[in-house]
């Protein structure tokens, strides 16, 4: 079992929509969760990045964690043709060493059709 | 604004030659890292450096190297490129001590292994 699953899509929705993207986590050590946009042929560039469970919001992108059930989602309000790209999620452990490991969801491909 | 800059975005080499991919980052960063994306597996983590001079395995390093010398740069060696080493090749960096703040990635080298 991955520690990090994410369903890879392709999601296709019309523009304007609310999309909701969701990875769950298995390792409850995770302690902080990010999520970053890759565009085609491109590297990924960071979206959000949240340490506690709740809503964090940044213009048309919320990002929620739920630590209890392990669940992080990502919502992008009034979806544009320019969101289409692949999200990842991304969760963070802090090791024994004290150094930190990202572990990165597979990430899910997204369209927004005009 | 961040900018790490990978020196090749297209690379073809062939089996046995010894491969070497080269980052850079302007933003006097502590921690560099090299992770491999491929479909269906995500991004994992070759090697990562928390200073100069100082390496750490990942999750994948067999068949690989790196080497950081300086501060802002970081390569990753492959000793004798095999076919499975065909892949979408990322750099990334961070500040803040062992890592606790968010990466920012460089937009990738695919290297073709024939």
């Known amino acids: 079992q991955k520690e990090v699953e994410q369903d890879p899509g392709p999601l296709s929705v019309p523009e304007g929509a609310i999309v909701s993207l969701n990875c769950t986590y298995s390792n409850s050590a995770f302690q902080y969760f990010m999520w970053y946009r890759q565009y085609s042929r491109k590297g990924p560039e960071l979206l959000m990045y949240?340490?506690?469970?709740g809503n964090k919001e940044d213009g048309r992108f919320t990002a929620q964690v739920d630590k209890s059930s392990k669940y992080i989602s990502l919502f992008i309000r009034d979806s544009q043709p320019s969101d289409s790209a692949t999200y990842l999620c991304a969760s963070r452990l802090i090791l024994t060493g004290g150094g930190n490991k990202l572990t990165f969801g597979t990430g899910t491909q997204l369209k927004v059709e005009l | 604004d961040v900018k790490v800059t990978q020196s090749s975005r297209y690379l073809v080499k062939r089996t046995g030659e010894k491969v070497f991919l080269e980052c850079v980052q302007d933003?006097?960063?502590?921690?560099m890292f090299w992770y491999r994306q491929d479909p269906g597996l995500g991004l994992r983590l070759i090697y990562f450096?928390?200073?100069?001079?100082?390496?750490e395995k990942g999750d994948i390093p067999e068949g690989y190297s790196v080497s950081r010398e300086k501060k802002e740069r970081f390569s990753l060696i492959l000793e004798s490129a095999s076919t499975n080493q065909t892949s979408m090749y990322l750099c990334?960096?961070?500040?803040?001590?062992?890592?606790?703040?968010?990466?920012?990635f460089g937009d990738g080298t695919r290297l073709s292994i024939l």
């Open positions: 990334a960096s961070s500040w803040g001590a062992r890592n606790n703040q968010p990466q920012h």
């Open positions: 949240t340490y506690s469970s």
């Open positions: 450096s928390y200073d100069v001079k100082m390496k």
């Open positions: 933003m006097d960063h502590e921690n």
